[in-house]
């Protein structure tokens, strides 16, 4: 037998369950049926509760709910209740049989009571319990489709047991919301508007709903404030403050509690009031309020009113069969307007996705284009063939890059503010690329509205940071971080010179792009272009009185050197180098051409890292590792026990993902006299492995296993992203 109601929690996850598919299909029934049982005798206060289907010719039992107040304390009772109940949803009945058969039949619905003309209907009804009244309505859309029958309400809750006349409206507006959700499960052809949608999500959420513009009244400067590109991202439009800091908003599904929450740390306000609307009313207030925007031709800065979607889907017209009033030549030039308004889309969308890259890439028979969300690519596009050339010369053209030059590797930088009127103001680091079906072309997107994280955010072990603070601290010697790209390496960086930024510090950086703007801080862009490079910027700094100097990274011989002399004249040094682990970087330097005994003296510390998704702290499953799991934590932190894994069906949090967020892990190599020993020596790597981890270095599979041991992240990310350790 079915529960009696859900718990507050479970019936948030059905519903969102639902509302995170673009269309419910029939697997998702039997969570709307509960939903609506759950309502209905949350707000009826009924003792038994029937929600019929109609099934071809017949009716079924879809769900059976009597009160405990029908059995008390008579176990026997309960046990017969919940027999009866297990037969009647194994049930069928003809069409037409009972008050059921007769409201489905005639789409109205009945209300009987004890005192009433139909007394005698109600005595003959076999309950196995008395009947003082009953209510019965229809689910019904263009067509009635089941029905909903009550009985008898709780005597705690008034009226001796007895249904009124102000209860049935209750009842039939509870079967309306329903039935239009049931009905687009049953007949994928049943359209389901977003005003229905919208419908169902606020009754069943006990939150407002709006359906008009003209019914809000929207401070203007407060959407202003906020921006198009917040609110586009997070789905959320703020209608009005409700205090200093507070703000009533209008949400599509109000139990997306991971867009809340970047919602109010983008704005840097507190949601204080939900209320519900459809998707298609948010996205008209964002039209009427960023119209100035939306206005425009396609010329640089100007805008079009269609989003990426509108774009591809006229762009593939043109180049289908049957062709449509846009010829595909048209589509051929970077300067057509669709092509402007696709490259603009395909950036701002992914901004407002929340992507770290754009991925543009060409393959045999069409353009893919794909995002990386939370360190995975995800496919967003697929145009067709001939679009490839003019979106990549658009793209070339925004970063001024040679347009002619097709054979060779570029990169540039897109400076986006120049290129859009909206709130969006970022940078992308460009690199293009020669691959078989033509040019291929990744955008790294910078945000320079973030803000740098504390260290404690980012990951670090007790161990770990107290070891990186005194590094930070010092007051000369070179710090390097290395590893691949998008393991976090920058942000790092940042937030160390956060920490060692005050008055009495001159801290200077050379940097190719400057991906966050500090206060306090000199920071220089590289322009290779007129000559100005990292090793240029290095011996300029060196006659400006550095304190602290950041180069953004180590790539050739002569910056290396530049960086090793600022390093052993008194100045602290950071930057960053593309290798697997922290001692390989000796054997990189050792490559590059420089000294050994100038890399031992110089060098502070080592940090390599990455990143790993985190596992949702709501949904994640314990569980006991067992059989190679159980031995590679042992081996690396000498402890085995419970652990956590990510739920396959997520939750609200997480939006059904399992993972939310990433966090970084470390391996500090830090300088001593036996490293130094052995670089001077130019001993093996491995070795130098062997002895940083004698003098306390924990490696990148151990600080993993660790972030595993503590719930942070689970084994199989973990596993993907660090391989175990092969030095015992």
Known sequence: MPSSTLSGQLRRSLLLKILSKPAPSREDLSSVIELTATKVVEQLQCQSMTFYLVEGEQISFRHVYYSPTLWGNDKAKEAQFKQTAEKLLQMKLAKGTGNVGKVIETGQPLFFTSK????????????????????????????????????????????????????????????????????????????????????????????????????????????????????????????????????????????????????????????????????????????????????????????????????????????????????????????????????????????????????????????????????????????????????????????????????????????????????????????????????????????????????????????????????????????????????????????????VNTPDVNIQTAEDPIEYTLVGINQMQMNRQIGLTFARALRCYLRMDPDVILVGEIRDQETAEIAIEAALTGHLLLSTLHTNDAPSTIARFSEMGVEVFNISASLVCVCAQRLLRRVCKNCKQPYEPKDREKELLEKALGWSGQVFRANPHGCHLCGGNGYKGRVGIHELMINNEELTEAINKEVETAELKRIAMRSGMKTLHQDSMLKVKVGLTTMEDALANVPPDLIA
């Open 116 to 499: 009433g003309p139909d007394a005698a209907t109600l005595k003959n009804m076999n309950t196995g319990f008395e009947v003082h009244s009953m209510l019965t309505v229809p689910l019904k859309t263009n067509i009635v489709i089941g029905a909903i029958q009550l009985l008898n309400k709780e005597i705690h809750a008034g009226t001796s047991g007895q249904f009124e006349q102000k209860d049935l409206p209750i009842l039939q507006e509870l079967a309306e919301y329903s039935a239009t959700l049931i009905q687009r499960m049953l007949d994928p052809k049943f359209q389901l508007s977003a005003e229905d949608t919208a419908k169902f999500v606020a009754k069943f959420t006990d939150l407002p709903l709006v359906t008009k513009i003209e019914d809000l009244d929207v401070d203007e400067k407060l959407v202003e404030v906020t921006g198009d590109a917040i609110i586009r991202r997070e789905g959320i439009f703020p209608v009005k403050k409700t205090g200093t800091n507070t703000v009533s908003v209008l949400m599509a599904n109000p139990l997306d509690y991971a867009k809340r929450e970047a919602f109010q740390q983008a704005s840097e306000m507190t949601i204080d009031e939900v209320r519900v609307a459809p998707a298609t009313l948010i996205e008209q207030l964002v039209k009427k309020y960023f119209k100035e925007q939306a206005k425009g031709g396609p010329a640089v800065g100007g805008e079009g009113d269609a989003d990426i979607t509108e774009v591809a889907e006229l762009i593939g017209t043109a180049y289908s069969p049957t062709g449509g009033e846009m010829k595909a030549e048209e589509l051929e030039s970077e300067d057509s307007a669709p092509i402007i308004q696709l490259a603009n889309r395909v950036i701002e969308d992914a901004y407002i996705s929340g992507a770290s890259d754009i991925h543009v890439e060409p393959l045999e028979k069409e353009l893919l284009i794909r995002y990386r969300i939370d360190g995975l690519c995800q496919e967003k596009l697929r145009l067709p063939r001939q679009v490839t050339n003019a979106l990549v010369t658009r793209l070339k053209i925004m970063c001024n890059l040679d347009i002619a030059e097709r054979r060779l590797p570029q990169d540039g930088r897109i400076v986006f503010k120049k290129f859009t009127k909206k709130n969006i103001d970022i940078d992308l680091r460009v690199a293009t690329g020669p691959m078989n079906f033509g040019e291929k072309v990744v955008m790294r997107i910078l945000d320079k509205q973030k803000s740098t994280l504390p260290l404690t955010a980012l990951g670090f072990s007790e161990e770990n940071i107290g070891k990186y603070r005194e590094c930070i601290r010092q007051p000369y010697g070179m710090i390097l971080h290395c590893g691949p790209t998008g393991s976090g390496k920058s942000m790092t960086l940042y937030s160390a010179l956060s920490e």
